[in-house]
């Protein structure tokens, strides 16, 4: 079976500091995957997404980036974290294209910017 | 512009009587639609999905029924337990199969009294 594992699970970082959150999939192979954020009493907001590796969409424009360097991970970086970071931070995988629109999602990684 | 909305931030039930969780969406491109089920500090968990060529999926305690010419769909869940006390989301898609990410609305707080 399929698990998606995140890291780390909780994460307090001060203004102006560098971020690197992990994702990875286990149990299937070329997975589309997703990188959502959950600001305090929102929904889900999609950040980027990938459908191979090296290749990155992203939704909106913002302070964060995403890399798929192996097939099963995905990373969500930022080179300096500003307050309105701060969030519920998703990753997610897809069977991939053509085949299922029903994404599974990871633990999260609660971030707080200080 | 919300294209996925769910107009009731909360809902209180009480156990054993039925559920009934609602969505609405304004973009006539969606062709299937999720419903999530989350807790605090975790990540959402698939519940049940449909295609917009039925009108209606069932699994267990849990069907949804859509109504693609109001652009609506609800969750039932019959009977209510006290583990079903949860945010839920609903979540729509245009891909077909893409690898697009879904469209989230901000959430329904199921409550269930004993």
């Known amino acids: 079976s399929q698990t998606i594992h995140q890291w780390p699970a909780t994460l307090v970082q001060p203004v102006g500091s560098p971020l690197s959150l992990e994702c990875t999939v286990e149990g299937t192979s070329n997975p589309n995957l997703y990188w959502y954020r959950q600001a305090a009493g929102r929904g889900l907001q999609l950040l980027f997404y990938s459908v191979g590796i090296g290749q990155i969409s992203s939704e909106v424009p913002q302070n964060l980036s995403a890399s798929r360097p192996q097939d099963r991970q995905f990373i969500l970086s930022s080179k300096k974290l500003l307050l309105s970071d701060s969030g519920f931070y998703l990753c997610a995988w897809s069977p991939g294209v053509g085949r299922s629109d029903t994404q599974y999602f990871g633990p999260g990684t609660r971030l707080t910017v200080l | 512009d919300q294209q996925v909305k769910q107009n009731s931030p909360s809902l209180s039930v009480q156990e054993g009587r039925i559920s009934i969780l609602n969505c609405d969406y304004t973009n006539s491109m969606f062709d299937y639609f999720l419903w999530y089920k989350k807790y605090p500090a975790e990540g959402p968990t698939f519940l049940i999905s449909?295609?917009?060529?039925?009108d209606k999926n069932e699994d267990g305690r849990f069907t949804v029924f859509l109504n693609k010419s109001a652009k609506h769909l609800s969750l039932h869940i019959v009977p209510s337990q006290p583990g079903d006390s949860a945010v839920y989301f609903c979540?729509?898609?245009?891909?077909?199969?893409?690898?697009?990410?879904?469209?989230f609305g901000k959430g329904t707080h199921l409550i269930i009294q004993p």
């Open positions: 979540a729509a898609s245009a891909s077909g199969g893409g690898a697009d990410g879904l469209t």
């Open positions: 449909i295609s917009s060529i039925k």
